[in-house]
């Protein structure tokens, strides 16, 4: 089995539990090309999910859910983002923070703070 598909299946378990423990709508989703980029929506914006190397990247991507759930990635963290997934120098933005993390334990973590945000 593959990396791709064993993040998936974790992410399939924790959308299933969010959704029947709060009655959530938080919805799985993968790229039919790029099977390793995946999300989740349904909340405000959308978390993604990919596999890395010895762990996961997690990055948020919409200006509110950034604005609303950057400063407690940095706090949960202990740390700024460890990159930006869109960069542009031309037009002076960074956007889609991500955070490189190594346990299954911190990706539901950070699934339940984003099934928290407000639509």
Known sequence: MSETDNVYRLLKSIVERLNTSSGTAIVLNQQLVTKSNMSLSGANGRL??????????????????????????????????????????????LKQPFWRVNTSKEVEDVCIMYSATMK
Do not use: V
């Not at 890395?52 to 604005?67: H, Q, R, V, Y």
């Open 48 to 93: 993604w999910i990919s596999p890395a190397l010895d762990g996961f990247d997690l990055s948020i991507s919409g200006l509110s859910l950034e604005k609303e759930l950057s400063p407690k990635l940095e706090k949960y963290f202990n740390r700024l983002p460890d990159g930006h997934k869109q960069k542009n120098s031309n037009k002076g933005f």
